[in-house]
């Protein structure tokens, strides 16, 4: 909705008896309302609501909490450290690719030693190419994303263990 058309609505609001009008156009809602005690228009421009992505975001998966019977005299063994892992994510919203072409090999696999300045995969975003490299030593332990799959910007992309 371009301005000129919102200032002929205030304009035809204020000109006519109408008190409120409400306008929606591709998403885009406009409100003009005239105040009873000083008929000047108020102007609300409500902030289009974004629809849901299309495309669920993927998450690491939770493990499931577990239960164990204990009897009276036996201490529950302590709960061990989850190990917490490095995530590369994504600095931009696009497609994820692992390799470099369709025929070529993955940059990385599982298990792959990584280094800082390391290219991890790709993401097209608007037909450019942008590679993603690694800002840690480490291993990969996960890989986050399906190739070809969009992602979202700062989705955890791989797990790198970096200890």
Sequence with gaps: MDLAYVKKIVKLVEESNVNELEVEEKGVRVRV???????????????PSMPAP????????????????VSGSEKPPAAPSEKKYHEVKSPIVGTFYRAPAPDAANYVE??????????????EAMKLMNEIECDVAGKIVKVCVENGKPVEYNQALFLVDID
């Design 33 to 47: 309302t005239k105040r009873a005690n000083d008929m000047h228009p108020v102007y609300q421009f409500p902030v």
């Design 54 to 69: 299309a495309v669920p975001v993927q998450q690491s998966p939770v493990p499931a909490p577990t239960v164990e019977s």
């Design 110 to 123: 599982v298990g792959s030693l990584v280094q800082p300045g390391n290219v991890l995969c790709i993401v």
